[in-house]
């Protein structure tokens, strides 16, 4: 008599993943993509904030190269650029005893450069020294 073997439609251990496994395994690839997300919207944010810096300190270095040479009266200035980038330039009479430079012949400089990032107030300050002329 020949033996008469049965086959199993759906053997014991079963091939492929489970429903849970699938759920676990959708639920990691999220945190993932999230966390991938955040990263690289930081890394966004953080060049725009350096874009912003270096052109604060371009327009701080041509307010001061516009103002080399200033009256001994001095220069009290302000203004706006398109871009939402407020400048300002100040000047004080700066006194060396023993020099025989007279008053008023140097002065110290201060440009301000300040803008707003987002819900920070940002802003780049210069000092230098620059000759005065008289009146």
């Keep these: 008599m020949a033996s ?3 086959h199993q439609a759906h053997p014991a251990g079963q ?3 489970s429903l849970l496994e699938m759920v676990v395994a959708i639920a990691i690839l999220a945190l ?3 966390a991938l997300y955040q990263a690289v919207s930081g890394a966004t944010r ?3 904030t350096g874009e912003k810096y270096a052109y604060g300190v371009e327009l701080a270095r041509s307010v001061l190269a516009d103002n080399n040479l200033i009256s001994t009266d001095g220069v009290s200035k302000r203004g706006e650029t398109q871009g939402g980038f407020n400048w300002q330039v100040l000047s004080s009479p700066v006194t060396l005893p023993q020099t025989g430079l007279p008053r008023g012949a140097l ?3 201060e440009v301000t450069v300040s803008w707003q990032d987002g819900q ?3 802003q780049v300050v210069l000092h230098s020294v620059v000759g005065a002329y008289g009146k």
């Design 4 to 6: 008469i073997k049965s």
């Design 15 to 17: 091939g492929g993943f």
């Design 32 to 34: 993932s993509l999230g």
């Design 46 to 48: 953080n060049v725009r």
């Design 107 to 109: 002065h110290q400089l």
């Design 120 to 122: 920070k107030q940002r």
